[in-house]
């Protein structure tokens, strides 16, 4: 079962370059999430897709872009990184924006020099 | 403000011995609780949960115990194995609209020494 898949899993990207984290679940879900995870810190929610189609932002939008492309895939884009942007993201899914489960992706680990 | 904190970040304990991890949280709109457990180099995945209106939720070796008038909830594990050594999660739900809104703590690295 891959259940939630994104890529890449390591990055290193220079100040001021773009990039695209990719996720996809195959579970079904309507819902899909976005999350970051820095140290001693608790995972902070990015951006939410509710349903196909939809996008809302989450507690730290500042600097992400999102796009729902089909019930499968989230994407996550940075388009200008910033130091404060090395952590560790997380994407995750759940059936519908309403269940109290979600389910992780194995994560991204990007570092901005 | 951190709404939901995890004062603990590490807490060791010798194997078959119960391992107590703390969570406590400052909003009275949350209803949902969960803990996750992660390991190095994997995503969180779900462990057990409770709903505000229960008090106790036991799944094998692992309960958790909510106390809604101090705003308190706990993971046991009774026994603790080597296997349990991860960071736990304590999360927290509230309905915003039609959509939940998951609070994270900022974890506890349990070691459970062999």
């Known amino acids: 079962n891959a259940g939630v898949t994104q890529t890449p899993k390591f990055q290193v990207l220079k100040t001021g370059q773009s990039m695209t984290l990719q996720c996809a679940q195959d579970?079904?879900?309507?819902?899909m999430y976005w999350y970051r995870q820095d140290p001693g810190m608790g995972l902070r929610l990015i951006y939410y897709s509710a349903s196909e189609g939809t996008t809302d932002k989450g507690e730290v939008p500042n600097g992400y872009n999102v796009s729902r492309l089909n019930k499968r895939e989230f994407s996550l884009r940075l388009e200008s990184a910033a130091p404060s942007q090395t952590s560790v993201y997380f994407c995750a899914s759940s059936e519908w924006v309403g269940s109290n489960t979600i389910y992780f992706g194995e994560g991204s680990w990007l570092t901005v020099v | 403000d951190q709404q939901v904190k995890q004062n603990s970040p590490s807490l060791s304990v010798q194997e078959g011995r119960i391992s107590i991890l703390n969570c406590d949280y400052t909003?009275?709109?949350?209803?949902?609780f969960l803990w996750y457990k992660k390991y190095p180099a994997e995503g969180p995945t779900f462990l057990i949960s409770i709903s505000s209106i229960k008090d106790k939720n036991e799944d094998g070796r692992f309960t958790v115990f909510l106390n809604k008038s101090a705003k308190h909830l706990s993971l046991h594990i009774v026994p603790s194995q080597p296997g349990d050594s991860a960071v736990y999660f304590c999360?927290?739900?509230?309905?915003?609209?039609?959509?939940?809104?998951?609070?994270f703590g900022s974890g506890t690295q349990l070691t459970v020494l062999p």
């Open positions: 909003n009275s709109m949350f209803d949902y």
């Open positions: 579970m079904n879900h309507n819902s």
């Open positions: 999360a927290a739900s509230s309905l915003s609209g039609s959509a939940r809104q998951l609070t």
